[in-house]
């Protein structure tokens, strides 16, 4: 899981553990004016939440996704023009070379 859509995750499981304690909060609440402060309190969250969700939105998740299909576009330009100048079976052999390369830096850059 990409460090992005971990955030995501959990950014989203913290949005529905606070809406079930609300739902709990009101359910318990003693009185009236108790509950109308919580609604309001609620509705407050739940605005800054969804702002904070549009903003995390706009300035990270939309590049990264700019930036991944990109490089995806890149490289399947790569693949297709190397099956036509080296045929597949050659293409392919390269292309779980790279794999196998990347693989090993990845774990490299871990440690």
Known sequence: MSKDSGTIYFIAGLLMGGMVGA??????????????EMKKTGGDILAKSVIAAKKFEKE???PSLGKLAKTVEKTVEK????IRTEGLEEAINKAVGNAKKASVKKTVAKK
């Open 23 to 36: 739902g709990i909060g009101m359910y318990l609440a003693p009185d009236d004016k108790t509950r109308e």
């Open 60 to 62: 990270t998740l939309t």
């Open 79 to 82: 693949t297709v023009k190397e």
